[in-house]
């Protein structure tokens, strides 16, 4: 069974740091990307960041140059450092991941979400 654990957000102030974490364990195989999406209630779920296996990363337009996305694969961890928080970055947070592919089933799956708040 896989499991995607999400820890690291919280409450920070305006200006403030927060680093994500995702931790992705159980009967997972050739995992492609691993990123953050986010949501907002009464909105859609958005892409923050993703990375590959080999390290090509995207960002949101509204996040570049504030946040940085990284992974671990030796761990299947991701993570996501956030800078420069803004109030607009309060959501949720979202792990993701995806993998298979040429040779192999695709798939994907979703952590269970951590909750970002930035005051003003």
């Known amino acids: 069974q896989v499991q995607l654990v999400e820890s690291g957000g919280g409450l920070v102030q305006a200006g403030g740091s927060l680093r994500l974490s995702c931790a992705a364990s159980g009967s997972i195989f050739s995992i492609n990307a691993m990123g953050w999406y986010r949501q907002v209630l009464g909105k859609q779920r958005e892409l923050v960041a993703d990375i590959t296996s080999g390290g090509l990363r995207q960002y949101a337009d509204s996040v570049k140059g504030r946040f940085a996305i990284s992974r671990d694969n030796a761990k299947n961890m991701v993570y996501l450092q956030m800078n420069g928080l803004k109030p607009e970055d309060t959501a949720f947070y979202y792990c993701?991941?995806?993998?298979?592919?040429?040779?192999?089933?695709?798939?994907?799956?979703w952590g269970e979400g951590t909750r970002v708040t930035v005051s003003s």
């Open positions: 993701h991941v995806d993998g298979g592919g040429d040779s192999s089933p695709r798939y994907e799956y």
